[in-house]
């Protein structure tokens, strides 16, 4: 089991579901971390330590509960925001080319 309380509510569809639900809300800053993340922990080459933080980041970013509720205009997502780019620099060296590329590629689908 793991220790991070957070992990446990990661699913991949509520992860989706948030993400196109709130995409104009939460931005672009939000999303690309959550998104290079994302793709890093799909990559079969990317440790079980780091998938473990990367969900446990994911799952924050989708629980109703948060620090800062979402909906609080401009504010709602900036601890959202401090958790992804925390748990980013802790896997920086796992988040490839390819997961970025296909990050930049899913906000130009939602924002362009």
């Known amino acids: 089991m793991s220790d991070n309380i957070f992990e446990n509510e990661f699913s991949d569809e509520g992860f989706w579901n948030k993400a196109k639900k709130y995409a104009r809300v939460a931005g672009e800053s939000v999303l690309e ?3 290079k993340m ?24 989708i629980t ?7 909906i ?3 504010v709602g ?4 925001l401090g958790v992804l780019v925390a748990a980013t620099a802790a ?7 390819e997961h970025t590329d296909r990050a930049k590629a899913k906000l130009t689908e939602w924002f362009d």
């Open 38 to 61: 994302y793709y890093a922990a799909q990559d079969p080459d990317t440790p079980a330590w780091a998938r473990t933080t990367v969900y446990g980041a994911l799952g924050y970013f």
């Open 77 to 80: 997502y900036s601890d959202d």
């Open 91 to 97: 896997i920086a060296a796992y988040i490839k080319q």
């Open 33 to 35: 971390p959550a998104l």
């Open 72 to 74: 609080s205009p401009f």
């Open 64 to 70: 109703p509960i948060d620090a800062i509720p979402d």
